[in-house]
């Protein structure tokens, strides 16, 4: 297993010419328009991420994944791509973005950009031109257009949903005005499924991987990268053939399905990694794949993408067995591959943890994505009466101070570092997520983790920006506001800047050892050098091992480790 060395010896130049830079790295995902508004417009942008650089580098993390910043229409949050090789205007220019990644590189953090491989938006140029061609253009085979069933084609090509909940085909109206072909959209309708059966979109797309990489990307996060290849030959399959696998989360453990999780799909990273060995150092790439366990190497592998997504920890109850059983696999699997681990709680797309953990524990297996039973649990009236946020965020600190000890590379989403909570109550008015329109009353969407941050513990949208908030903040996010745990000891913010420092200085290969405690809900677990991570999932008080205690994610009790706390000696 290949050694770093230790992080803290590395000066920020070093930091950004080591190859291995990725591998155990912390990486901050920043949701750019929901992070730091600079000209008052209410939306975030690219010169608020510029101006929020010196607090980056004080949190101490390696590397910014930036969520979508291209011309979009947001349909789905900037998910729906209208050029691939542009920013949105709403957001900056390409000068700014030259200023941000400087500025990033400036103080040893690298940039990692999100990338739309799987779908368009449907502004996108080749879309229009789409709509414009006659069937069977070249023009059309950019996307994925099928006549539709019964006399008509007034039917959808096949019964397939899609996975913001309605049929997963559009129909479309002819240049002459009669009713058309439809199109495929494995996501809102806004948002056409690419054909890369077609060489050109292939070929376009390695130019907008090079063109990023020129303007200081160094990484790339893959969204939905087991979806692009698709057997789409007929018939179509019935959606209960397709059974779990069309959840999109489960996937087949073979490759059948006809769009999720193909084999081909990697003949197009093997192309993209030959790019990205181009550059010195390599760009590296991180897969977001819900496919089957056995089938996420693949994606990691060094011919691919690199590195792959699990989202096990994510899906977990907080409990010492699941924790050691996924920690273990994960592991294990990643040696096996050449990648290294990674480790996620939160991102745009789930509860934020500090409520997951903060709510009832539901049984293993279940959709903690999407909430409880995949209903949401956050809807008005709903089972939030059980929601417990003290307790959520003690057990979230705790869980990620385990986290920040595990080999590997640890995902962070913007907030979590203030230990910041769903938003429940936005208004439906208000709501923009495709997932709550196209499930109404079923499922509540994505908007409550997305709102913009707090920085100032009052005044217009607690300092994210001069005009207000695209989404509606709480009056509480003011207890949570940057500005309220600046230098506050104990507060989440200090514990993430203290862990993440240690974690730099601590780190060395990427080797863990456990630790038996005699007690089965306690893990204690070792990395090289005598760093120790114990947690206490259980109820009461313990004792804790020998060595010196370098940070705790709460208050120690009469030198024992309470309920619900991670500690790190040595
Ligand atoms: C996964 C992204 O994380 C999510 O936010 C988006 O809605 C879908 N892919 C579709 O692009």
């Known amino acids: 297993m290949p050694t770093t060395a230790t992080l803290a010896t590395l000066t920020d130049s070093d930091r950004l010419t080591d190859a291995n830079w990725w591998r155990q790295a912390s990486v901050y995902q920043i949701y750019p328009r929901s992070f730091s508004d600079s000209n008052g417009d209410g939306l975030g942008d690219i010169k608020g991420i510029t101006a929020k650089v010196p607090y980056l580098k004080e949190l101490g993390i390696d590397a910014v994944w930036l969520s979508p910043f291209y011309p979009s229409a947001l349909a789905d949050g900037g998910y729906d791509v209208d050029d691939y090789r542009d920013v949105d205007p709403k957001l900056g220019t390409l000068a700014d973005f030259a200023e941000m990644s400087a500025a990033l590189h400036g103080a040893g953090i690298k940039l990692i950009a999100d990338i739309v491989p799987n779908h368009s938006s449907n502004r996108h140029v080749w879309f229009q031109e789409a709509l414009a061609a006659p069937k069977g253009s070249a023009a059309r085979d950019r996307y994925i257009f099928r006549d539709g069933l019964g006399e008509n084609g007034d039917l959808p090509p096949s019964d397939w949903d899609s996975v913001f909940g309605g049929p997963a085909w559009e129909r479309i109206t002819e240049p002459d005005g009669t009713p058309g072909q439809w199109y495929m959209h494995i996501f809102a309708k806004e948002q056409p499924d690419l054909n890369w059966s077609n060489r050109e979109i292939r070929d376009d797309f390695l130019k907008t991987l090079r063109f990023w990489s020129d303007r200081g990307v160094d990484g790339f996060r893959v969204d939905v990268a087991h979806a692009l290849t698709k057997d789409l030959t007929e018939p179509l399959i019935a959606k209960a053939d397709l059974s779990e696998a069309n959840s999109g989360t489960d996937g087949f453990p073979d490759g059948s399905h006809p769009f999720w999780d193909r084999d081909e799909v990697h003949e197009i990273y093997a192309e993209w990694r030959a790019v990205f060995n181009e550059y010195n150092p390599p760009r590296t790439a991180v897969a977001e794949a819900w496919v089957h366990a056995t089938r996420r190497a693949r994606y990691a592998s060094p011919e ?44 745009h797309d789930v509860v934020r943890h500090a409520t997951r953990y903060g709510l009832p524990q539901v049984s293993k297996g279940k959709d903690h994505a999407k909430g409880q039973d995949g209903k949401g649990w956050l809807l008005a009236g709903g089972p939030e ?73 009052e005044g217009t949208s607690f300092g994210f920006g001069d005009g207000g908030a695209h989404l509606p903040q709480p009056d509480w996010f003011s207890s949570y506001a940057v500005e309220a745990q600046d230098g506050t000891p104990g507060s989440t913010l200090e514990l993430y800047r203290t862990a993440l420092k240690l974690r730099r200085e ?18 204690h677990f070792s990395r090289p050098g005598g760093w120790q991570s114990v947690t206490n999932f259980g109820d009461t008080a313990v004792d804790l091992p020998a060595g010196t205690v370098l940070v705790a994610s709460g208050p120690l009790e009469d030198g024992k480790l309470p309920a619900s706390t991670t500690a790190w000696l040595r």
């Open 506 to 523: 601590l780190q060395g290969a990427e080797e863990l050892t456990w630790h038996k405690t005699g007690n089965p809900e306690v893990l």
């Open 304 to 347: 691919g993408l690199g590195q792959a997504f699990n989202f096990d920890l994510l899906q977990a109850d907080f409990d010492a067995d699941e924790y050691q059983a996924i920690i273990t696999r994960n592991l294990a699997e990643a040696e096996a591959t050449g990648a290294s681990s990674t480790w996620v709680f939160s991102n």
């Open 385 to 457: 009466a059980d929601l417990d946020m003290a307790l959520g965020e003690r057990r979230a600190r705790a869980a990620t101070l385990l986290m920040l000890a595990l080999p590997g590379s640890a995902y962070l989403y913007q907030g979590e570092e203030l230990g910041l909570q769903e938003v429940a109550g936005i208004p439906d008015a208000e709501r923009q997520d495709p997932t709550f329109f196209r499930n109404k009353g079923v499922e509540i969407g994505r908007d409550g983790c997305r709102v913009p941050l707090p920085w100032k513990v």
